[in-house]
């Protein structure tokens, strides 16, 4: 063999191979240039790897064009222009810009209808032709959703009447009866609490099936504590019955919450402890009950001691319970009772409304009361209530992105034989702004009112600490009335470590001691998820606006949140 012939065949192939791959370049034209403007609109595809992709091409663009109004138009032959360049020539004809849909009154509703178009008249409606395949497919599936979910549509009689209109007749065909919801079957978590399913999702047997309703209203399982959807709800259609598959995990809801603070105290410079116990106990019994036991004591000798047990849909009924007992003791001063019980009515999954009556009853623990504003009394308020909450159980650290408290009480306090009338709002708001998968901005603003001819030292409003405004004593801040706004820019360093600005602002208003100031508090902070659960560390300073910055003021708070 001649010692060419090998550079001669690779070089053969090479060359092959660019002719076989060659692109074929395609152009499309109407039968004016006005024609070829529009066409050229539709952004056709001009370039393709073989001619079966050119006809593909063709055929496509052609049935663009009859959905968009030009049903007459029609193809002339395509053109070989060279080896690398066809050329094919569409005849558009005229737009039909409008249908009219002939429908039976006994198979469809206006109402329907109206979702659509606001051109309804007697027997027809009017839509843009573009939007036959749209509407077809909405009407599908409204009727699907009205207990039909097998209906099929289609245009029949099309034709262009005398008025150079296009007319058709809507064909329904449902296929079978109405279907409504027969059973409901809950998979993984079968001790699932059936008045959620009643009266929270809002799913109930013997109810028309609309299978879009029923996934909206199962991913509000989101917004509970104590259960996760773990895949889309099912269907079992069979020729007598359709049943509902609902795939649903128990969740870990438990929570214990506690913290260590410490501190320098001014007057003996000694370090001193304090912190607090906080233990929630959720749908323990499959009832989606919820038990909190809160127990706090700090360097001011305060003590205080919490109950509360939430009873949701009583006897399978729309109405709950929320009972609640709350213990306070400041040293050998006073100590307060207040026993709270509330109805409440949950309207949708995020979003509940309460009616209660708040009982409190306070004593003076002093032998000498003759200089002090501390007295014994009788309170009683009538209480209502908005409560919100927007939960992500996708994020496990910040579960809670939204959330709106507001409580107002009408009522009187009684002591010295005297009544007078008072008006109670606590509220708590507070949101976070995600910037980004890394970034966030977490804003919470909570505050309290009594309104009051005259104000007792046993009445006011407590707060400062790890959660009021951080950088001072846990409840050392007195007020009658008081606004605190916490902000913190997070950052999240892994999937298990974040951290955070403190940036606190709060105005108090003391009218017994006639006192009226802002406070501010500056700092930082991280969290680390454990095994133990969520560790937080805070280090913030406090001052009031006419104070100077001082680091033996700084105070430095540990918690620990434990899910089980």
């Known amino acids: ?23 074929l370049n395609l152009e499309i034209i109407g039968s004016n240039d006005k024609e070829t403007e529009i066409i050229k609109n539709l952004n056709y595809n001009k370039t393709h790897i073989d001619y079966k992709s050119v006809l593909n091409e063709i055929d496509s663009l052609q049935n663009r064009v009859t959905k968009s109004g030009y049903i007459e138009n029609s193809i002339f032959a395509l053109t070989k222009l060279n080896d690398s360049t066809h050329l094919s020539k569409i005849h558009l004809g005229n ?15 206006s109402q329907s209808i109206k979702l659509i178009t606001d051109n309804i008249f007697d027997s027809f409606f009017v839509i843009p032709f573009e939007e036959v395949e749209n509407t077809l497919s909405f009407l599908n599936k409204d009727i699907a959703n009205q207990g039909f979910p097998f209906t099929k549509l289609k245009l029949s009689d099309i034709k262009i009447n005398d008025e150079n209109i296009i007319s058709a007749r809507l064909i329904i065909n449902n296929g079978e009866s109405k279907r409504g919801l027969d059973k409901i079957i809950v998979k993984g978590y079968e001790k699932f609490p059936k008045s959620y399913l009643k009266r929270f999702l809002k799913i109930k047997p013997s109810k028309t099936f609309n299978i879009d309703a029923i996934k909206n209203k199962v991913n509000s399982l989101n917004n509970l504590r104590f ?45 001193e402890f304090n912190g607090y116990l906080d233990l ?24 205080k001691f919490e109950i509360n047990i939430n009873l949701p849909y009583i006897l399978g009924s729309p109405i709950g319970t929320e009972l609640e007992l709350n213990i306070f003791k400041q040293d050998s001063t006073f100590n307060t009772v207040n026993q709270k019980a509330k109805l409440f009515y949950q309207l949708n999954a995020k979003t509940r409304v309460f009616i209660g009556l708040d009982a409190i009853e306070s004593n003076n623990l002093l032998e000498n009361t003759n200089t002090t504003q501390i007295n014994d009394y009788n309170a009683n308020f009538y209480t209502i209530k908005y409560d919100f909450e927007n939960r992500k159980t996708d994020n496990t650290t910040f579960p809670v992105k939204s959330l709106l408290k507001v409580e107002l009480g009408f009522g009187s306090r009684q002591f010295n ?42 009445e006011l409003f407590r707060f400062g600490g790890i959660n009021s405004i951080r950088g001072f004593q846990e409840n050392s801040l007195l007020a009658t009335q008081y606004g605190v706004l916490n902000t913190e820019y997070r950052y999240r360093l892994s999937n298990s470590i974040y951290a955070h600005t403190i940036i606190d602002f709060a105005t108090l208003n003391n009218k017994i001691d006639n006192i009226k100031e802002n406070l501010y508090s500056f700092g930082v902070g ?4 454990t095994k133990a659960g969520l560790l937080k560390f805070n280090y913030a300073n406090g001052k009031s606006e006419n104070q100077q910055f001082k680091l033996n003021n700084s105070k430095i708070h540990l918690s620990l949140t434990s899910v089980f």
């Open 227 to 271: 259960a996760n959807q773990i895949k889309p709800p099912e269907v079992l259609f069979t020729k007598d019955s359709t049943q509902l598959y609902l795939y649903i995990e128990k969740a870990n809801s438990n929570t214990f919450d506690g913290y260590l603070g410490f501190s320098t105290n001014e007057n003996t410079n000694k370090l």
């Open 417 to 458: 034989n005297t009544n007078e009338k008072q008006t109670r709002i606590v509220s708590e708001l507070h949101h976070i702004f995600n910037l980004n998968q890394n970034n966030s901005i977490f804003l919470r603003l909570n505050g309290a009112l009594l309104n009051s001819k005259n104000h007792l030292e046993n």
């Open 280 to 303: 929630q106990l959720n749908n323990n019994f499959n009832y989606g009950e919820s038990l909190k036991l809160l127990y706090k004591a700090n360097e001011l000798e305060q003590k």
């Open 1 to 23: 063999m001649h010692k060419y012939t090998p550079i001669l065949i690779i070089s053969l192939l090479i060359f092959s191979s660019e002719l076989i791959a060659q692109n």
């Open 95 to 109: 737009k039909y810009e409008v249908i009219h849909i002939y429908f039976e009154k006994n198979q469809i509703t």
């Open 526 to 529: 991280f969290g680390v998820t």
